[in-house]
């Protein structure tokens, strides 16, 4: 029998995404691919693990994936220059109020070449309540090459990729997805 | 049991991903490939860069309506035959999207950039080049690209 290692099933997992991430050429493909991540989260035996990283927040504390296990976690890729990520961010804020107590994070990764420079005072403003990182070419890479912003993967408590988000979705998708991987 | 080559699998991956970026962001934005511009002796000459952008997408003009958008910027390199004294876009749509509350100031479809020139002191006469670069950043009503640069290469022939 042919079995992926851990890591293989991780790039494979890449490979997945990539594809999936080939598709917003135009807004209309870029719907017709937000329908199909519309759908319910994938099933527990369809599910790729998330690429492990350590990437430090605001204050140089190193965050580590690995460390969210056992959490439902929304890895949010973003950048202050992004309009259709500023308007999930209050939506981010309200999931960490509500859902953090029954196992929920966001994580957000910015993808600004300024970095902190231009991140810290943007989620100063916005009262951020969840870890913010600063992302890096690795860790894009092992994401797919994120291309489009706000691309957003929602993580099952065992640290798998359980649905992708290109684009902005609704606030009530977002959700329906964390509901059902908290249940 | 086997083991399917971790290596292979990442290869494969990253070669996907590059041609899948490359395919995905670099022609949301084209530029016509410009004519030789001739200069007179003694002439102050203008070129027109033509652009376009792909259906469904829009890009920040030069003066965008929100601080936090990035401009549409075209800068030319200051060595070369000519110097670049102005450079004037076209005039932005106001267009509004879902995620912003007020119409954004945009580029999108074709259009045309005019840049005026000033003869260098004593240039080197006969063929070259002047080269700059278009910077931009573009987004549909549901997602942004990434800033992108476009190295620009005007052929001149100065007379």
Known sequence: ?183 | MKTISNSFLSSAALLLLAGCAQAQSSTVLTVQDPAKLVVKRGENPSFTLRASIRAGYHANSNTPSEEYLIPMKLTWDAAGPLRAQDVDYPKPKKEKFPFAEAPLSVFDGDFEIVTRFQRAANPQLGPGFVTGKLRYQACNDKMCLPPKTVDIRLPVLMQ
């Not at chain 1, 994070?105 to 005072?121: K, M, N, S, Y």
């Not at chain 1, 291309?147 to 359980?162: H, N, Q, Y």
Request: some cysteine; charged content about 25%; proline content about 6%.
């Open chain 1, 1 to 183: 029998m042919l079995l992926p290692s851990p890591r293989a099933a991780a790039a494979a997992a890449v490979l997945m995404l990539s594809l999936a991430g080939c598709a917003p050429k135009s807004a209309s493909t870029a719907s017709a691919q937000e329908s199909e991540s519309q759908a319910n989260v994938k099933e527990t035996g369809k599910r790729n693990p998330a690429p492990p990283f350590e990437l430090k927040d605001a204050s140089g504390k190193l965050v580590r994936l690995e460390d969210y296990k056992g959490k439902v976690v929304l890895l949010n890729f973003w950048a202050t220059w992004c309009g259709p990520c500023k308007i999930e961010i209050p939506w981010f804020v309200d999931f960490q109020k509500t859902y953090k107590d029954r196992g929920f994070t966001v994580i957000g990764v910015a993808l600004d070449d300024e970095g902190w420079e231009v991140v810290r005072p943007y989620i100063e403003g916005r009262q951020v309540n969840y870890p913010i990182v600063v992302g890096s070419e690795e860790v894009d890479q092992k994401y797919g090459g994120i291309e489009a912003l706000p691309t957003s993967f929602i993580l099952d408590r065992e640290g798998r990729i359980a649905t992708t988000h290109v684009g902005l979705v609704s606030k009530q998708q977002y959700e329906d997805d964390i509901k059902q991987l908290l249940e």
